[in-house]
């Protein structure tokens, strides 16, 4: 057992991750921009939102845009998502031109589109070709490989055991378990049994997904189950300061005393918003960040009225003065 509860990961014998706490892949959320802002504070790993394998294959502009890296990114993993291992080869050249830390398969994603096709959670029904996507890759590239499974297909076809041996057999250095069935989508609660189990039988590094809302969710995930570290997902969104307070928790056993200002909050959702900014101009920035804002300031007095105004909100300045009234009020 390491001394700390927050510690250094090795990922493969090449790589090592200064601590345990990751940013999950979240599509339409971990672009650059939040991925950057979580790696500020303190995320030791941060996940790409998942790209097709098969559309980088096509080489579109708009995929491969989804694998920019932050300066700022302490170790920067490009999700992928295919059906098969040929896809993923002839992706590899474009993806490996990001220099990306990781590559991670995703075979989690519950959505018909990708699920129809053979890919995301599909593939927890084939260890088999879970298997030769990962050698294929493997034998490609030095990058290592790391790979997102679910418990299962349904809560009759729980074989988690199975999909991380079959990963872990074709190469993969690390494996992340959602401990939800695909049929439960992300409702219903995670099986964190699920975590410690695999954990007891995987000869590489396990992290725990699911039902990862605060500091606290963290630490039981981490005690419950020995896994190696926590990825937080929807409890990021809105609560870049996650990673800061989780460390602390970990490091120390206590929570910082300070609740978290709706100064600093606005602060943090408004440096979020100039990033964004930036990388996709003013008036796509401020239309996407509607759908980041609303998580900024939840569960405060009079935050229904802020998400009333922020519908409307469509340059910097309409943000800037909500998030001032908000502040003041
Ligand atoms: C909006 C959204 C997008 C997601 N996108 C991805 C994805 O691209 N790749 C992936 O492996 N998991 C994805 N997930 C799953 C999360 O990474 C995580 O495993 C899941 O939300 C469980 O953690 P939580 O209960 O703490 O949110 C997504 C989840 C949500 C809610």
């Known amino acids: 057992m390491p001394d700390s509860l927050y510690h250094p990961v090795a990922i493969g014998p090449s790589l090592v991750a200064e601590g345990n706490i990751f940013l999950a892949p979240l599509a339409g959320f971990t672009d650059m921009a939040f991925r950057s802002l979580c790696a500020e504070y303190g995320a030791d790993a941060t996940f790409s939102e998942m790209v097709s394998a098969e559309g980088l294959a096509r080489e579109s502009y708009k995929t491969s845009a989804l694998m920019e890296r932050a300066e700022n990114e302490r170790l920067f993993a490009v999700q992928l998502f295919m059906n098969s291992p040929d896809p993923a080869i002839r992706a590899l050249p474009l993806v490996a031109a990001e220099k990306p830390d990781i590559i991670d398969i995703n075979c989690g994603c519950p959505v018909p589109k990708v699920v129809k096709t053979g890919a995301g959670a599909a593939l927890l029904k084939s260890p088999d070709a879970i298997f030769r996507i990962v050698k294929a890759i493997t034998n490609e590239t030095d990058i290592p490989v790391t790979v997102k499974i679910r418990s299962g297909w349904d809560s009759s076809s729980i074989n988690y055991l199975e ?7 074709g190469g993969a250095v690390l494996i992340t378990l959602h401990a939800r069935t695909r049929v439960q989508g992300y409702s219903g609660q995670a099986d964190y049994t699920h975590i410690a189990n695999l954990k007891k039988h995987s000869a590489v ?3 725990g997904s699911g039902d ?4 606290e969710d963290a630490l039981r995930m981490i005690t419950e189950t020995g896994a190696d ?6 409890g990021a969104i809105g609560n870049p300061f996650i990673f800061s307070e989780t460390r602390q928790l970990l490091t120390s056993g206590s929570k910082q005393q300070k609740e978290i200002s709706r100064a600093a909050r606005a602060e943090a959702f408004l440096r979020h918003l100039d990033m964004v900014v930036k990388v996709k101009g003013e008036s796509l920035a401020c239309r996407e960040m509607r759908k980041h804002a609303g998580a900024y300031i939840k569960g405060y007095p009079g935050s229904a009225a802020v998400r009333r105004d922020i519908v409307q909100a469509e340059a910097r ?3 800037y003065a909500i998030l001032n009234r908000w502040v003041e009020s």
């Open 317 to 319: 300045r309409d943000y």
């Open 229 to 234: 570290g926590v990825m937080f997902a929807r």
């Open 163 to 169: 999909t991380a041996a079959a990963a872990a057999e």
């Open 205 to 207: 590094p396990v992290f």
């Open 212 to 215: 990862l809302f605060t500091p």
